[in-house]
């Protein structure tokens, strides 16, 4: 059915377009709503992901699968997006960007790995993890944690590289971590 509906779409059926756009529009929604944090974002992205579906339909290969299709389309559409908005994380953000560009982990694999990054933070002392928390997902400076926590910068830094030995000990990559950071920047209760 997939290959029938790239072929129709490739040859210009706007029928066939919007029957792809209701199969597989909250599909795309709920993958892209992982990555960004507000709900008028993931809507723009997922309208960009079905524009540009429908703009270089021509060049569709009816071999590959639909899914497969709108899921790469999907992660360069939030490659692009981020590009944009410049924010969160500068260079680390980078490594997110390639990540998306060229992984093909599927959901399932992304999201075993932000259950295993959730569990792994909540496995370090508290005060660690709330500090941890507000530099890495807050983007507070070593300066205005150590106001915060009522303790020295250094003493700051020292708990941030801590827990990053503790995640990388425990295989956890940097592009991962951003993951989770982007994942659960709009949901702060579940970092806390």
């Known amino acids: 059915m997939s290959s029938n ?15 792809i756009y209701d199969l597989y529009h909250y599909k795309v929604f709920c993958f892209i709503k992982k990555y960004t944090s507000q709900l008028a974002d993931s809507e723009d992205v997922t309208q960009n992901v079905f524009i540009h579906l429908w703009k270089y339909r021509t060049k ?4 590959v699968s639909l899914e497969a299709i709108l899921f790469k389309s999907s992660k360069q559409e939030i490659s692009k997006w981020y590009k944009k908005q410049n924010r969160i994380f500068s ?6 960007i390639k990540e998306l560009d060229s992984a093909s982990e599927t959901e399932d694999d992304i999201s ?6 959730e569990y792994l933070l909540n496995k370090i002392p508290p005060k660690r993890r709330k500090i941890f928390n507000l530099h890495k997902f ?10 915060e926590m ?10 941030i590289s801590k827990t990053l030995q503790f995640l990388k000990k425990n295989s956890v990559h940097n592009h991962e ?16």
């Open 150 to 159: 009522d303790m020295s910068p250094s003493a700051v830094a020292n708990q």
């Open 91 to 96: 260079v680390e953000n980078d490594q997110l």
């Open 138 to 147: 807050e983007d507070l400076s070593y300066k205005e944690i150590a106001v």
């Open 5 to 19: 509906l790239v072929i129709r779409l490739r040859e210009g059926d706007d029928s066939c377009f919007k029957e």
């Open 112 to 117: 075993s790995k932000l259950e295993k990054i």
């Open 177 to 192: 971590l951003y993951w989770f950071a982007l994942f659960f920047i709009s949901q702060p209760s579940l970092i806390n």
């Open 60 to 63: 569709l290969d009816p071999n």
